[in-house]
């Protein structure tokens, strides 16, 4: 468990240091391409499956380096804490305000983290979690706020918590269902992005990232419980899997032909994307 947990920090640092140093040496250089439960949810894995999606801050450092450009007025709004009323729903948007906290700090944006910090605080108290915080975290996120190294140390130190809980308690579950609020988040960010902007970095990084929609569609459908709201949100992930896979600029590409970073997409097709991913984001987060 410690060596991959030092293995994800290593990962997210490499990215963000890597996503600085080309915002300032190589802006134009394409950046290399390779995340409710209902009260008594079960999950069992079968011996062909393991759930290893991204992290929050590893998809955030992805899209930061792909130019993202941040935009504090399409995150899950702080208020809407207090919205979500049973554990699915705060489960869900535990992995949206995880996603949105990961996006602020990767782009500098401390400030604003402070309160995606409380935000995801309050819902991981609400889900029974209390225990990933330490009682100085957000003690420390004050007094490094000028540091974005030390927030980062901080906030992976808070992802690593999160997953050795759900290690520890057995909770699958709540690691499927936290990672597709994650998940969802950041492709409605990187999406939003492309809608608004000719942005062929993003497009990439959108791609690549939207392969991983199949691996959470497949721990939502082995939950024992399937709660309407999870079988809900897994037909949207597929659906914009599908969407993904049968246009035909993905279609067209031969075995050979697997480098994203070259990869081009019609602007009918990115809209067709980008309308589903943000309609299952938007549904998601109410």
């Not at 990933?132 to 540091?147: D, L």
Request: glycine share 6%; hydrophobic share 40%.
């Amino acid at each position: 468990m410690k060596n991959i947990n030092v293995l994800l920090l290593g990962v997210v640092i490499f990215f963000f240091a890597c996503g600085k140093d080309e915002a300032s040496q190589h802006q134009d250089e394409t950046p290399v391409v390779d995340e409710q439960i209902t009260e008594n949810v079960i999950i069992e894995e079968s011996s062909d499956f393991a759930f290893a999606p991204p992290s929050p801050l590893e998809i955030a450092a992805f899209f930061k380096q792909a130019g993202l450009v941040y935009d504090q007025t399409i995150l899950n709004p702080v208020s809407n804490k207090d919205l979500y009323q049973t554990k699915l729903k705060k489960s869900l948007n535990f992995g949206v305000y995880a996603a949105d906290l990961a996006t602020c700090v990767v782009n500098d944006q401390i400030s604003d983290a402070k309160g995606y910090l409380e935000a995801t605080e309050y819902l991981a108290n609400e889900i029974g979690m209390s225990n990933i915080f330490e009682e100085t975290a957000m003690t420390k996120f004050k007094e490094n706020i000028s540091n974005t190294d030390s927030i980062i140390m901080i906030l992976t130190e808070i992802q690593m918590n999160t997953i050795e809980y759900i290690e520890l308690n057995g909770k699958d579950d709540l690691e499927v269902v936290y990672f597709a609020g994650a998940w969802i988040e950041g492709m409605y960010l990187g999406s939003l992005t492309i809608m608004e902007q000719d942005s062929g970095n993003v497009v990439q990084q959108l791609a690549s990232q939207i392969e991983f929609g199949n691996r959470i569609a497949t721990g939502l459908e082995v939950i024992e419980d399937q709660d309407p709201e999870i079988i809900y949100i897994r037909n949207g992930i597929l659906e914009i899997v599908n969407a993904y896979q049968n246009c035909e600029s993905i279609k067209n590409l031969t075995d050979e032909d697997v480098d994203l970073g070259r990869l081009q997409m019609t602007k009918a097709e990115l809209k067709e994307i980008s309308e589903l991913i943000v309609a299952l984001r938007n549904d998601m987060i109410e």
